[in-house]
């Protein structure tokens, strides 16, 4: 196994014994170089490819472009590592419903190297507990409708220590918008908000 960008190890350590893994098929469309990431292979090639301005993410409400969308992610998985402080590696628990911000959230947390530890909406602060002890999670994005389960499982769980949320609109201070003024290039509309640290 070639060796992993993560600086966290959690995931490689916790791998299950070889001989459980999958014997994967080798062909042509499965010859990946030694590191790959995902986002930049979905989004990024997309606009390298001259679909900047096709529509990426089309809802009833609204639709933004693959450029819009890349702007977003960089944007997110910039604050993840900045303003979050995280490393290659560190587990991210994502809450929210399938819309454009989740989406973009999935995007960023894999685009900054780290692990994404996507939930059901409907799970409450007793349900997520075991899944952030479990993956040892240390820092979520959620979307600001699922904010009271979210601050209830802080309140709970001691090393879940940080969170943005996103769909919340509100201007805060410490909100993504300050973040995004220095990037310099329009987005969608809906940022995450950052709560205080523990």
């Known amino acids: ?14 791998l299950p014994p070889p001989e459980w893994w999958p014997d994967l098929p080798q062909s042509p469309d499965t010859q990946y170089p030694e590191r790959l990431n995902a986002t930049v292979e979905l989004l990024d090639r997309m ?16 639709a933004c472009t693959w450029n819009q969308l890349r ?3 960089n944007q997110i998985a910039h604050a993840l590592r900045e303003r979050m402080g995280l490393v290659p590696g560190n587990r991210v628990l994502l809450r929210g419903t399938n819309n454009p911000m989740m989406a973009a959230c999935l995007l960023a947390t894999i685009k900054a190297g780290l692990v994404a530890v996507p939930t059901m909406p409907l799970l409450r602060a007793k349900d ?3 899944v952030v002890a479990k993956a040892k999670v240390a820092a979520a994005l959620c979307d600001i409708a699922l904010r009271d389960e979210l ?8 090393s879940l220590k940080q969170a943005m ?9 410490d909100a993504l ?12 509309p809906a940022t995450p908000r950052r709560t205080t640290s523990r």
Not at 1 to 14: C, G, L, P, Q, Y
Not at 151 to 158: G, I, K, N, S, Y
């Open 128 to 130: 997520l507990a075991p």
């Open 151 to 158: 601050d209830a499982l802080m309140r709970e769980t001691p």
């Open 177 to 188: 918008e300050t973040h995004r003024r220095r990037c310099r290039r329009a987005s969608p």
């Open 71 to 73: 702007v977003r992610v």
């Open 165 to 173: 949320f996103f769909n919340d609109g509100s201007g805060a201070a």
């Open 1 to 14: 196994m070639h060796r992993s960008a993560h600086i966290d190890t959690f995931a490689r350590d916790n």
């Open 47 to 62: 606009v390298e490819r001259g679909f900047g301005d096709a529509i990426a993410l089309r809802t009833d409400e609204a």
